[in-house]
């Protein structure tokens, strides 16, 4: 897993409550991402980040916010969860041209 | 933006036989094609990528060829073993102000049955 974890594996909250998943790494790669997988879309860009404090949109970053404040870690926010936000997320690091991922989290919204 | 279209969305072959997965992307200016396999319950897993200054790669049983006149890449896998049973994605790269980004396709269920 390229030295990726991501926490929680597994989550189960409420629709409006807020939440947060975190990507560790343990490398010092600079370029992290995180994709949402459903079916049928396959894996989607949400936001990545090029440095520490430095992120950008990705084409499904609505309803979602991230932060880098430590080239480990790089987290993503759902400030309202919603029924839509249900999914496996997925964290990336790059390496070159190479994307590695992470093991993924799985959330629910009910 | 980049659209990558992957076919067959489902693929079944016989223990032994070979399997072809295809995929089409939309923007020239793509140049990097990495395929993934993803088992059930993990992340998804680089297996082999090819760059657009080159037309085939091989690596064991797995080969990878691009067409970039058509736009169109393909993972051939060679004498499938059940262990090859999982979820194959295709994506494209494509470099923008701040990061290179990569789309990918839908995805194909790959079976090799006994």
């Known amino acids: 897993d390229a030295g990726i974890t991501q926490s929680p594996r597994h989550k189960v909250t409420e629709t409006g409550t807020p939440v947060t998943l975190r990507c560790h790494q343990t490398?010092?790669?600079?370029?992290m991402y995180w994709y949402r997988q459903d079916p049928g879309h396959g894996l989607r860009l949400i936001h990545y980040?090029?440095?520490?404090?430095?992120?950008d949109k990705g084409e499904v970053s609505d309803g979602y916010s991230v932060s880098r404040s430590k080239t480990e870690d790089f987290l993503l926010t759902l400030e309202s969860a919603t029924s839509s936000q249900t999914s496996v997320y997925f964290c990336?690091?790059?390496?070159?041209?190479?994307?590695?991922f992470g093991p993924g989290t799985r959330l629910t919204v009910t | 933006g980049e659209n990558v279209e992957q076919h067959p969305s489902t693929l079944s072959v016989q223990e032994g036989d070979s399997a072809v997965i295809k995929c089409t992307y939309s923007d020239s200016a793509s140049n990097y094609f990495p395929w993934y396999k993803q088992e059930l319950g993990k992340g998804p897993q680089l297996i082999i990528d090819?760059?657009?200054?080159?037309g085939e790669k091989k690596d064991q049983r797995i080969a990878v060829t691009l067409n970039k006149t058509a736009k169109h890449f393909s993972l051939h896998i060679t004498e499938t073993q059940p262990e090859d049973s999982a979820v194959y994605f295709c994506?494209?790269?494509?470099?923008?102000?701040?990061?290179?980004?990569?789309?990918f396709g839908t995805g194909t269920r790959l079976q090799v049955t006994l």
């Open positions: 990336a690091i790059r390496i070159g041209y190479e994307q590695y």
């Open positions: 090819i760059r657009s200054n080159v």
């Open positions: 980040s090029y440095g520490v404090k430095d992120t």
């Open positions: 994506a494209a790269r494509i470099n923008t102000g701040t990061a290179s980004k990569l789309t």
């Open positions: 490398e010092n790669h600079r370029y």
